[in-house]
């Protein structure tokens, strides 16, 4: 069975400090891996998304995550802080059979500091 | 737009009642789900489909049915409605290749009383 463990259930940061949020996930069989944002009282959007090729992948809104098979970890990133990324950003993982079991973790709640 | 669209935003029930989500996308996808979202647990799956006619339980699928007779739509349907049951509910939809992900709706938040 697949699962993922979002560390830290809330973070904040200062605008224009280092952005981490971190994800480990368990998966049996080489995962599919995502990053879903989730501004207040919207729906999820999709950051960015790991599959196959090269490990660290680009997303929107200057975010960025390296899949690391041997920490089997997939932390997002973002060098600098902006305002309007106050959100709640949630991992998630597929496995090989498919999308339609993407379990996600609990959730991190981003809170930018002026 | 395309994407996928969920009816009604907000719905208070009483407890015992029954009613349908409704889903539809535009994007013909093959995957369409049905996800609940509460505080601290993130999303859990409670059923999905792989295509029309076909779907399946989730982690969470006691008290809710689906049905599948379109690609386009994916109602969910709540049997007899009970105050565990309030949430935000959300539907989401993919292609069947592995690599695309999800597309959300804006989600349904449902209160029980």
């Known amino acids: 069975a697949q699962s993922v463990t979002q560390l830290g259930s809330h973070v904040s940061v200062s605008e224009g400090a280092l952005v981490l949020l971190r994800c480990n996930y368990s998966s049996s069989v080489p995962p599919y891996l995502f990053w879903y944002v989730q501004y207040p009282n919207q729906g999820l959007q999709l950051l960015l998304k790991y599959t196959t090729g090269a490990t660290l992948v680009k997303g929107i809104n200057g975010f960025e995550a390296e899949f690391k098979k041997s920490e089997t970890s997939f932390h997002l990133t973002k060098p600098s802080a902006h305002m309007s990324d106050a959100a709640e950003y949630f991992c998630?993982?597929?496995?090989?059979?498919?999308?339609?079991?993407?379990?996600f973790g609990t959730g991190t709640r981003l809170t930018i500091i002026p | 737009n395309a994407g996928v669209t969920q009816t009604p935003k907000f719905q208070v029930l009483k407890t015992g009642q029954s009613m349908t989500l409704q889903c539809a996308q535009d994007m013909n996808h093959e995957y369409m789900s049905w996800y609940r979202q509460d505080p601290g647990m993130g999303l859990r799956l409670i059923h999905y489909?792989?295509?029309?006619?076909?779907?399946d339980q989730g982690e969470v699928p006691n008290g809710y049915n689906v049905s599948r007779s379109t690609t386009e739509d994916f109602p969910l349907r709540l049997l007899s409605a009970a105050p565990s049951q309030t949430s935000v509910y959300f539907c989401?939809?993919?292609?069947?290749?592995?690599?695309?992900?999800?597309?959300f709706g804006s989600g349904t938040r449902l209160t029980v009383v």
């Open positions: 989401a939809s993919s292609y069947r290749d592995r690599e695309s992900g999800y597309t």
């Open positions: 489909s792989v295509g029309a006619g076909i779907t």
């Open positions: 998630a993982v597929s496995d090989l059979r498919g999308n339609e079991k993407l379990t």
